[in-house]
């Protein structure tokens, strides 16, 4: 088992910055790549962005590419996402997750643990 706990959310103005954190205990944080989700009112779940198990690969929605960069400290159990230039439909219960691989990482059922997730509004 492995028990992911975000933290790092909250209110931010439009244009603002965040950085969420995922801190993971249980397993073997290494053995484990890692993504985070995030969903909004009345919509699906969608996939924000992904890094592998090193952290020598990344992968990024195209909504959020070049504003968020997803990192991972490994001596640490902890992975971040660093949000920048916030837009307020980035407003959204955010989800880290984990997975055992990078394959299929876009989809949420390919991955085996989640968090509890945390609340980011962004006001206009």
């Known amino acids: 088992q492995v028990q992911l706990v975000e933290s790092g959310g909250g209110l931010v103005q439009a244009g603002g910055s965040l950085r969420l954190s995922c801190r993971a205990s249980g397993r073997t944080f290494s053995g484990y790549a890692m993504g985070w989700f995030r969903q909004a009112p009345g919509k699906e779940r969608e996939f924000v962005s992904h890094i592998s198990r090193g952290g020598g690969s990344t992968f990024y929605a195209d909504s959020v590419k070049g504003r968020f960069t997803i990192s991972r400290d490994n001596a640490n159990d902890t992975t971040y996402l660093q949000m920048n230039r916030l837009k307020p439909e980035d407003t959204a219960v955010y989800y880290c997750?984990?997975?055992?691989?990078?394959?299929?990482?876009?989809?949420?059922?390919?991955?085996?643990?989640w968090g509890q997730g945390i609340q980011v509004t962004v006001s206009s």
């Open positions: 997750a984990a997975s055992s691989s990078s394959l299929g990482y876009p989809y949420y059922d390919r991955y085996d643990y």
